[in-house]
C-alpha cells in the first residue's frame, strides 16, 4: 500500500512539474507599453519613500520621541521594499528582457543597502551609531546603487 501511495504521489508531482512547464512556455511576453508602466511604478516608491523621509527628517527636527522616529525608518524601509514588485515580472518583452534582468538586480541590491542604511539609522537612535567611516561607507553605498539603477532606467528609457 505505502509504495503504491508513493508512487501516485510521485506520478502527481511530474503531472504538476510537467504542466507548470508548460505553461510557463506557453506565457507571452507583455507589450513594450505594459512594461513601461510598470517600471514608471518605481517612480511612485521613490516619490513615496521621498515624502516618508522628509516626514521622518522633519520628526526628528521637531523632537520627536525614539519610538516615533524608529516608527519612520521602518516605515521608509517598507516603502523601499516596493522596488522589489518589478521582479514579478517574469515576462518583459524581448527588447528588454537583459535589461530587465540587470533592473531587477540592481533593484534587488538597493533594497539590501538600503536596509543596510535603515540599520545604521536605528542602531544611532540606539545610541550605537556607526563610526564616521562606515557610516560614510554605507551611504556612498546608497548613492553608488542609485547611479547604477538610475543609468539601467536611463538605457530602458532611451530603448
Not at 38 to 55: G, H, I, P, Q, W
Not at 60 to 82: S, Y
Not at 97 to 122: C, P, Q, T
Request: glycine residues 6%.
Amino acid at each position: 500500500m505505502r509504495g503504491k501511495l508513493q508512487r501516485g504521489l510521485a506520478a502527481v508531482a511530474i503531472a504538476v512539474t510537467v504542466a507548470t512547464a508548460l505553461t510557463a512556455c506557453g506565457t507571452k511576453n507583455i507589450s513594450k507599453k505594459a512594461y513601461m508602466e510598470e517600471v514608471d511604478k518605481l517612480r511612485v516608491v521613490s516619490e513615496n519613500f521621498y515624502t516618508a523621509m522628509a516626514e521622518w527628517a522633519e520628526n526628528i527636527t521637531n523632537g520627536a520621541d525614539t519610538e516615533t522616529t524608529k516608527a519612520g525608518v521602518e516605515k521608509m524601509r517598507e516603502i523601499v521594499k516596493g522596488y522589489n514588485e518589478l521582479a514579478a515580472i517574469e515576462n518583459p518583452p524581448k527588447a528588454y528582457a537583459k535589461l530587465h534582468i540587470r533592473l531587477v538586480e540592481g533593484l534587488r541590491k538597493l533594497v539590501r543597502v538600503m536596509d543596510v542604511y535603515f540599520d545604521s539609522l536605528l542602531s544611532g537612535l540606539d545610541g550605537v551609531p556607526l563610526s564616521e567611516e562606515d557610516a560614510k561607507r554605507v551611504q556612498e553605498n546608497v548613492l553608488d546603487q542609485i547611479e547604477e539603477v538610475s543609468a539601467i532606467l536611463k538605457e530602458l528609457n532611451e530603448k
